[in-house]
């Protein structure tokens, strides 16, 4: 995280990813970086594990990864190898050209998925995925409607910012949105009416991450896949903060039993190295023709070999059981001082606080745990990296006793 000053920063971003104001005070030096992010006041500058070190020599437990990406912590091994053998082998080919490690990594990431999908198309960044999911849906229905939920987030491109809870009133900055959306509320059957034979596709993160790691729970899912079917709309799930392992099964589609048409995924996919995915099963599959997406820096050499370690130490560590098993340990031992409440799973878990999370946010800092907050202000959002194990949840439950209710 960099600790640029940035004088007048927001309390809160939009994304409720920070809630600090200038990580050093009094600076004289213009600030190179656009002023858009708020900023921890937090000066990281190395990280092993699940624990990041500062420059005034503070150790502090990283429950945030990042905003979700950090799966595998800090200096895996692993990863590190196979980023830096394939920065010597061959850093770099466009999708013109046939890769070995593109192709091992399409056909893992389809393995890790469970069978119900058949093709992958790489790219760059979340919102990058949904723009090509959503793509996918409009020319393979010929229809030009996207429902998706209040308090979704998708990203901040003109395509995954129109189907963004709150976004035009916010940051949205374009002069209209490329299609029509309808917002429907969270985990309201009756609204699923909304779902219409014009409807091309319903875009939902089955765990709500921005949204306050808020789980739309296996029966809504599945009520939104019978609408689907019965209108001949398309199911996107975004998994993109909630996958890879991150609700304790491979994706969210697992933990709640209903197969989406599309995922997109990215943050822990890479570990930190830029790359996302959409993956396609047969139907949709079946629709896309030859240019119908395109990118540069997507399926290259080097975030194919991350992806294929990230999948790698996923599986072999079990990593995801572990998820499971300290996920559990959070829901049970964190209940504590300002916290009343859970939502969420896995290790995409919500602290419902009596009082706002961003002072509890804060006061955990000052003891050295950072976590995140999120676009609901009670809820105060852990997104840890796979590798926690038990101690570190004691440390969390202690310091939320001595913060207190
Ligand atoms: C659920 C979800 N979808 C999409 C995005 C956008 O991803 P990116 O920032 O990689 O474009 C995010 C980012 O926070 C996200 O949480």
């Known amino acids: 995280m960099n600790a640029h000053p940035t004088p007048g920063a927001a309390a809160t971003s939009s994304a409720g990813q920070a809630i600090a104001g200038p990580a050093t005070a009094g600076s004289v030096a213009p600030d190179p970086l656009a002023p858009v992010f708020a900023q921890y006041p937090l000066h990281v500058v190395s990280a092993s594990g699940v624990?990041?070190?500062?420059?005034?020599?503070?150790?502090?437990?990283?429950?945030?990864?990042?905003?979700?990406?950090?799966?595998?912590?800090?200096?895996?091994?692993?990863?590190?190898?196979?980023?830096?053998?394939?920065?010597?082998?061959?850093?770099?080919?466009?999708?013109?050209?046939?890769?070995?490690?593109?192709?091992?990594?399409?056909?893992r990431l389809l393995r890790f998925a469970g069978g119900g999908f058949s093709?992958?198309?790489?790219?760059?960044?979340?919102?990058?995925?949904?723009?090509?999911?959503l793509k996918m849906a409009f020319t393979s229905t010929g229809r030009g409607e996207v429902a998706a939920l209040e308090h979704g987030f998708h990203g901040r491109t003109a395509g995954a910012g129109a189907i963004t809870w709150g976004a035009a009133a916010k940051w949205y900055g374009f002069p209209r949105t490329p299609f029509d959306v309808r917002f429907l509320p969270r985990r309201d059957p009756a609204a699923l009416a909304q779902i219409t034979t014009q409807t091309a596709a319903v875009i939902v993160e089955p765990v709500q991450g921005v949204g306050g790691a808020f789980d739309l729970g296996a029966d809504y899912l599945a009520a939104l896949r019978r609408r689907c079917d019965a209108t001949g709309a398309l199911l996107i799930f975004d998994e993109?903060?909630?996958?890879?392992?991150?609700?304790?099964?491979?994706?969210?589609?697992?933990?709640?039993?209903?197969?989406?048409?599309?995922?997109?995924?990215?943050?822990?996919?890479?570990?930190?190295?830029?790359?996302?995915?959409?993956?396609?099963?047969?139907?949709?599959?079946?629709?896309?023709?030859?240019?119908?997406?395109?990118?540069?820096?997507?399926?290259?050499?080097?975030?194919?070999?991350?992806?294929?370690?990230?999948?790698?130490?996923?599986?072999?560590?079990?990593?995801?059981?572990?998820?499971?098993?300290?996920?559990?340990?959070i829901r049970e031992r964190c209940l504590v001082g300002p916290v009343r409440g859970y939502q969420g799973a896995g290790f995409l878990a919500g602290l419902i606080c009596a009082r706002p999370a961003k002072e509890v946010h804060k006061a955990l800092l000052e003891r050295d745990?950072?976590?995140?907050?999120?676009?609901?202000?009670?809820?105060?959002?852990?997104?840890?990296?796979?590798?926690?194990?038990?101690?570190?949840?004691?440390?969390?439950?202690?310091?939320?006793?001595?913060?207190?209710?």
């Open 119 to 133: 093709q992958v198309f790489f790219v760059n960044s979340g919102a990058e995925a949904n723009e090509n999911a």
């Open 240 to 329: 993109v903060q909630c996958g890879m392992g991150r609700t304790g099964r491979p994706f969210a589609a697992d933990l709640y039993g209903v197969a989406p048409d599309m995922i997109t995924t990215a943050k822990a996919l890479g570990n930190g190295f830029p790359c996302a995915a959409l993956l396609m099963n047969p139907r949709v599959a079946a629709a896309v023709k030859l240019d119908a997406m395109g990118t540069t820096f997507g399926g290259g050499p080097m975030a194919c070999a991350v992806i294929e370690a990230v999948i790698e130490a996923l599986e072999s560590e079990q990593l995801i059981d572990n998820v499971r098993r300290v996920g559990e340990l």
């Open 369 to 405: 745990i950072l976590t995140g907050t999120s676009g609901d202000p009670a809820v105060l959002r852990l997104l840890p990296p796979f590798i926690l194990r038990s101690p570190q949840v004691e440390q969390l439950r202690s310091a939320l006793l001595e913060i207190g209710s």
């Open 51 to 107: 624990w990041l070190h500062t420059a005034d020599g503070r150790r502090v437990l990283d429950l945030y990864g990042g905003h979700a990406v950090a799966a595998l912590g800090y200096g895996h091994p692993g990863w590190t190898r196979a980023l830096q053998s394939q920065a010597q082998s061959l850093n770099f080919q466009s999708n013109a050209v046939p890769l070995d490690v593109r192709t091992r990594a399409a056909q």
